[in-house]
């Protein structure tokens, strides 16, 4: 079974700056089947990014992914008072989903 | 304007059973899994199972094996998440997301869970 580990667990940050969040898989993965959620509190998580680097329709580009194998990476360029979230990252797989933990960008 | 519509919040009691459903619109409801996720209070996402309307092919996650029953209705466009049993460790919020495959340049290409229900939050206490 393949984990997950999001990292750190919580940023607090000021609007305007920028921030990369981590997702570490416990064994390579293909890039193609990883995607990123933010949730914002009482919403339903919301498609950012998929295959990796692909920017779900209506995502603005001041958010984009990277990443292979085991290390990926989600960067917000300039923190928008509205992007202050729990963001996930989660693996599309044979034999089902699998989520991280999470990581809360809170306000600074 | 593609969907998907969720039963409203439940109260239950510890032993009994419950079914919630997904209703999808504004696309072919036969032609995309459709996954469940669980989200504890306070906690992570959490995937349930998936499962393919167009043959009812279902996949559970070992955490959830047995313990609920995924089912679709492809006359309504409707999927269903149930328990025969619950339990107080069922007390969260469900929701339920569409799984984006499409055809790209010859190739189907994955593109992540484009489409989300609003929630379903279930309560189980005596």
């Known amino acids: 079974e393949i984990v997950l580990t999001q990292s750190p667990g919580t940023l607090s940050l000021s609007p305007g700056e920028r921030v990369t969040l981590s997702c570490r898989a416990s064994?390579?993965?293909?890039?193609?089947?990883l995607d990123w959620y933010q949730q914002k509190p009482g919403q339903a998580p919301r498609l950012l990014i998929y295959g990796a680097s692909s920017r779900a329709t209506g995502i603005p580009d001041r958010f984009s992914g990277s990443g292979s194998g085991t290390d990926y990476t989600l960067t917000i360029s300039r923190l928008e008072p509205e992007d202050f979230a729990v963001y996930y990252c989660?693996?599309?797989?044979?034999?089902?989903?699998?989520f991280g933990g999470g990581t809360k960008v809170e306000i600074k | 304007e593609v969907q998907l519509v969720q039963s409203g919040a439940e109260v239950k009691k510890p032993g009994e059973s419950l079914k919630i459903s997904c209703e999808a619109s504004g696309y072919r409801f036969t032609g995309y899994w459709i996954a469940w996720v669980r989200q504890m209070p306070g906690k992570g996402l959490e995937w349930m199972g998936i499962?393919?309307?167009?043959?009812?092919?279902?996949r559970y996650s070992p955490s959830f094996q047995g313990q609920v029953t995924i089912s679709a209705d492809k006359s309504t466009s409707t999927a269903y998440l149930q328990w025969s049993g619950l339990k107080a460790s069922d007390t969260a919020m469900y929701y339920c997301?569409?799984?984006?495959?499409?055809?790209?340049?010859?190739?189907?290409?994955?593109?992540?869970?484009?489409?989300w229900g609003q929630g379903t939050t279930v309560t189980v206490s005596s």
């Open positions: 997301a569409r799984i984006l495959i499409t055809m790209v340049g010859g190739l189907w290409q994955y593109q992540g869970m484009d489409v």
């Open positions: 499962i393919y309307p167009h043959d009812s092919d279902t």
């Open positions: 989660q693996l599309y797989g044979s034999s089902g989903l699998t």
């Open positions: 064994q390579s993965v293909s890039s193609s089947y």
